[in-house]
């Protein structure tokens, strides 16, 4: 099956310094990636999307120099947060649509990272 | 108003119980609509999808949506404790054949079955 990997799984920092999280797709090409914030029993709300080779598309209200998203390959999504404060600490999740094969709305979502800025 | 209710529960039911979760929504553009598990500190994993209105059953599962009332709901049938998560809903639009891909979720029913 489609794989979606995160890394790192869980990430704790100091406020002010910056956190890169990184999306992969493990067995499929996905020019489309989705990122994502959960807050504690909240639901997903997103945030970006990332299409490879191009800029990113930000939701309102989403700071796009603060969450930085490179799409720089077919199986590769980073997300920076910059100068990371408390108040973006959340659970981040990823997910991947496969560029062929499936169904056009099948995305697969990778195991999430946790951040804790302290 | 937001645009995906989900009643957060939590559900709790015996092992053996048909489950129902449901789905209210505002957005008369949506046209697919999904329901993904979620398991604590995991991503979410996509149980199915249904594109309209209708009924789609696969094996245990069943999703019904009624476009009329805006209304989705999940049925599981003979519960089992491996079902205990947090079910979500999520939609999105259709325009032009093409979706976009956004998918506006649900808050997420905790459920819990208990052997």
Not at chain 1, 63 to 86: C, G, M, Q, R, Y
Not at chain 1, 95 to 111: D, I, L, M, V
Request: aromatic share 12%; hydrophobic share 30%; charged share 15%.
């Amino acid at each position: 099956g489609a794989v979606v990997s995160q890394h790192p799984s869980r990430v704790i920092c100091k406020s002010g310094t910056s956190v890169k999280i990184e999306c992969r797709s493990l067995d499929f090409q996905a020019t489309t990636m989705f990122w994502y914030r959960q807050f504690p029993k909240q639901s997903l709300m997103l945030m970006a999307t990332s299409n490879e080779g191009s800029k990113a598309t930000y939701e309102q209200g989403v700071e796009k120099d603060k969450f930085l998203i490179n799409h720089a390959s077919l199986t590769l999504s980073t997300l920076t947060v910059t100068s990371a404060h408390p108040e973006d600490s959340s659970f981040y999740i990823c997910s991947a649509r496969p560029t062929s094969g499936g169904a056009w709305e099948t995305q697969y979502f990778g195991p999430g990272t946790r951040l804790l800025v302290l | 108003q937001k645009e995906v209710e989900q009643d957060p529960g939590p559900l709790s039911v015996p092992e053996g119980a048909i489950v129902s979760l449901n789905c209210t929504y505002s957005n008369s553009a949506f046209q697919y609509f999904m329901w993904y598990r979620q398991y604590s500190r995991k991503g979410p994993e996509l149980l199915m999808y249904t594109y309209s209105s209708g009924n789609k059953e696969d094996g245990r599962f069943t999703a019904q949506v009624d476009k009329s009332s805006k209304y989705i709901s999940l049925f599981i049938r003979d519960s089992q404790p491996s079902d205990s998560a947090t079910y979500l809903c999520a939609m999105s639009v259709v325009a032009g054949g093409t979706s976009y891909g956004k998918l506006t979720f649900g808050q997420g029913t905790i459920l819990t079955v208990h052997p």
